[in-house]
């Protein structure tokens, strides 16, 4: 599942889905590495100018869920998306963020390859560092959306279960940074 719903308020209000990366926007680059990495079906969430990415990116193949709330967070991005999956017969739900396109599909195959049962909890880890993507077996899924608030995401829940993390080193095959400021652009060619 991709979460590609932020306005960029940080950014100007530049969505962070529409920015350009190799040509494209980042969104496709984001599903790209989903795909690639073993990930189907895939999902997206959208919200911040919902409309513009749908013309302007080629999401052939997603399912898009667009998150009415998303000025509220990541929370309500990470409530939509695991909302839409509830319900599907999927067994897990692998999180992926747009604004991180250092990550790609060697990454997402690692800690896909992690899944053990639908109790799994994985996540990458740079130099023992866990970050993203991460993965949620379908029976966390309900207290993960429960405690995903604000900005926030999964994080206070991935604190308070970090005993039952799989991390998954993937320092070698990707970067972990975000894109989140002005200065940060520099990392998009």
């Known amino acids: ?5 932020g306005g960029g308020r940080r950014l100007g209000g530049r969505p962070k889905a529409l920015l350009e990366h190799r040509g494209r926007p980042l969104v496709e680059h984001a ?9 189907d079906p895939v999902h997206v969430v959208l919200g911040a100018a919902a ?5 302007r990116a080629d999401l052939s193949g997603c399912t898009v869920t667009v998150n009415a709330q998303w000025p509220e967070g990541m929370g309500s991005s990470l409530r939509a998306g695991l909302g839409a999956l509830a319900g599907t017969g999927a067994d897990a739900a692998l999180v992926l963020l747009v604004d991180q396109p250092g990550i790609g599909a060697q990454a997402v195959a690692r800690v896909r390859s992690a899944y053990r049962s639908r109790l799994s ?30 900005d926030q995401g999964a994080r206070t829940y991935l604190r308070a279960h970090r005993d ?8 070698d095959v990707a970067e972990a940074y975000d894109i989140d400021t002005a200065e940060d652009l520099t990392h998009l060619e």
């Open 1 to 5: 599942m991709l979460l590609a719903a």
């Open 31 to 39: 599903l790209r590495a989903l795909r690639n990495g073993g990930c």
């Open 51 to 55: 409309e513009t990415v749908r013309a």
């Open 121 to 150: 909890l994985a996540a990458a880890s740079y130099d023992g560092e866990r970050g993203h993507p991460v993965l949620f077996g379908a029976e966390r899924w309900a207290d993960v959306a429960a405690g995903a608030v604000g």
């Open 164 to 171: 039952a993390i799989t991390l998954v080193e993937c320092s």
